[in-house]
């Protein structure tokens, strides 16, 4: 079965600590997408790549890091420098051109200890 | 700035009351507009996505129609099953992206 896979399910920080979030396509898409959701808001992107080893931060980067180093897996690192990283994040992927349609996976909820 | 607005916030609807979801979108170049159905606890799920005013598009209940300034979502006799939040999104050009900018949701209850 074609999708995204997202790890773990359920994800817990502890002050100063780097956690990363795990993404995984298998429909050769070449974009991936990275978007945190909070309640009564619209969902907000953090980074997104159109393209292996390239990515570009979007409207709330601050205090994330990406990587692309295969077509398949984009992770995601909230460091320490994110204040307020508790909210559910869902990672997306499209074909890249024109019209993207993306395709969402099942997401990730971090909490803070 | 590209915006999307989404009414109501939350709609209660009983069993076979069929009803319609909105999508107001101001964007600058439009290239897409999309549909998704979304669990509590769970990543949206795609339904449809509209290119152009007049376009419709349809999948069982479901009914999506666009204009050049908002979209519906029509409901036709729905069941409990279709109760979830309905997300709008609307795709324009930003440069070399095609960014992607997504309204607050419809919560939909329907009661048996």
């Known amino acids: 079965d074609g999708g995204i896979t997202q790890s773990p399910k359920y994800l817990f920080r502890k002050e100063g600590q780097n956690v990363t979030l795990s993404c995984e396509q298998n429909?050769?898409?070449?974009?991936m997408y990275w978007y945190r959701q909070d309640p009564g808001q619209g969902l907000r992107l953090i980074y997104y790549s159109q393209i292996v080893n390239d990515f570009q931060k979007g409207d709330i980067a601050e205090g994330y890091s990406v990587s692309r180093e295969k077509k398949e897996s984009f992770p995601l690192t909230v460091t320490s420098a994110q204040k307020n990283p508790t909210a559910f994040y869902l990672c997306a992927s499209s074909i890249r051109g024109a019209r993207e349609t993306q395709y969402f996976g099942p997401g990730t909820r971090l909490l803070v200890l | 700035e590209d915006q999307v607005t989404q009414s109501p916030e939350a709609l209660r609807l009983q069993e076979g009351e069929s009803s319609s979801l909105n999508c107001s979108y101001t964007?600058?170049?439009?290239?897409?507009l999309f549909w998704y159905r979304q669990d509590p606890g769970k990543g949206p799920e795609f339904l449809f996505t509209l290119y152009s005013a007049g376009e419709e598009k349809e999948k069982e209940r479901l009914k999506a129609t666009l204009t050049k300034k908002e979209s519906f979502l029509h409901i036709t006799a729905p069941k409990p099953e279709d109760s979830a939040t309905y997300l709008c999104?609307?795709?324009?050009?930003?440069?070399?992206?095609?960014?992607?900018?997504f309204g607050t949701g419809t919560k939909l209850q329907v009661i048996p």
């Open positions: 429909l050769n898409h070449d974009a």
């Open positions: 999104a609307v795709q324009a050009r930003s440069g070399g992206y095609q960014k992607v900018t």
């Open positions: 964007v600058s170049g439009l290239r897409g």
